[in-house]
């Protein structure tokens, strides 16, 4: 770019990319790729099946086409519109690589509470339910079977492309047993199952996740390779295990529970043994990892205290509490997999 000519494309570009956001998320909304899932169709017929007006219906797929987010063959009113790859696999609910439950949460709670970013930065303080006098996201998942499933299903849903590409790249074959820690529904169990038939596997989070996980397990075929088991990681110690895995939980939370859960994971090693993170680790400059550090934010105001992390600081951390070694693997998108050596 020209300095003595600025152009303000970039400026304007991110400044309403809530509008192309919200246009995704209605479509997932709408179900929009589901009806596509089974054949390509025409922007009146999609109107009817969806109950959308036939006007702005229109404006709205061919919006999604200029994003990348339809295809569409053909002009003018016979024109049919269809999946993308990409929304043929991620976003068709029938299809096992499913991540619109994250879209879908993103779109009920956090599209709201994002507005009040700025009384976050001001506060320190959570902008989500907490805000008008309701529970915490935890507190209220674990008071609802039916909403904790589903934010199980979404989690394990955006973290599956990660979890089998971790399967690949980390050298399991030198371990026998393996625990996931807040393992969620057992998906990255099941990853690490199916690639890996020689590895005992637990799934460890609290007791109203167990019911969820062994559902899931067993339409994997995989119950009699993944033993499910309840516990509080912060009182109840953790299995002593050879590997120990967290996927997306160590940002969860602030400093000294973060400190806290490194040091159970020690404890609960072997020489030899690993601690393997999973997250949106941030670059140590700062500068590359966008949605990284757009997740600390996110998580600022969920949590208030909580907060996404560089490489750095990992390694800073795991020393403390007597780790040796290091690596980081680059996994699915702008998600890493940190590894500290006890």
């Known amino acids: 770019m020209n300095n003595d000519n600025p152009d303000p494309s970039h400026i304007l570009q991110t400044a309403t990319a809530f509008w192309a956001s919200k246009a995704l998320l209605t479509a997932v909304e709408l179900d929009l790729y589901s009806a596509l899932a089974e054949g390509a169709l025409t922007a009146d017929a999609i109107a009817g099946r969806l109950s959308l007006e036939p006007r702005p219906a229109r404006d709205f797929l061919d919006a999604l086409l200029a994003l990348g987010f339809i295809d569409r063959q053909g002009e003018g009113e016979q024109a049919i519109y269809a999946n993308t790859p990409a929304t043929a696999a991620f976003l068709t609910r029938k299809n096992p690589q499913y991540i619109g439950g994250f879209l879908e949460m993103l779109n009920s709670r956090l599209y709201g509470f994002w507005q009040h970013l700025g009384d976050a930065l001001r506060t320190g303080q959570p902008q989500n339910e907490l805000r008008d006098g309701g529970r915490s996201m935890f507190e209220a998942l674990y008071a609802d079977e039916a909403r904790l499933g589903e934010f199980l299903a979404a989690m394990s849903g955006v973290q599956a492309a990660s979890f089998a590409r971790l399967a690949e790249a ?173």
Not at 171 to 180: G, P, W
Not at 274 to 292: Q, S
Not at 298 to 323: H, K, P, Q, S, V
């Open 170 to 342: 980390f050298d399991f074959s030198r371990f026998a047993t393996v625990c996931d820690v807040g393992g969620a529904l057992g998906a990255l169990s099941c990853a690490l199952a199916r690639r890996h038939p020689r590895l005992a596997l637990t799934t460890f989070d609290l007791p109203p996740v167990a019911a969820h996980a062994e559902r899931y397990i067993a339409t994997q075929g995989l119950s009699d390779r993944i033993t499910v088991v309840s516990g509080d990681f912060f009182s109840d110690p953790l299995p002593a295990v050879d590997v120990i895995t967290m996927g997306n939980i160590l940002h969860d939370w602030n400093l000294e529970r973060k400190k806290q859960l490194i040091a159970s994971a020690y404890a609960a090693l072997p020489a030899g043994g690993a601690l393997v993170v999973i997250e949106n680790i941030i670059d140590d400059a700062r500068r590359e990892n966008a949605f990284g550090l757009l997740m600390s934010l996110n998580m600022l105001i969920e949590f208030g205290d909580a907060f996404d992390y560089t490489g750095a600081e990992f390694r800073d951390w795991c020393e403390e509490a007597g780790f040796r070694s290091f690596e980081f693997i680059p996994l699915a998108g702008p998600t890493s997999a940190a590894v500290a050596w006890r």
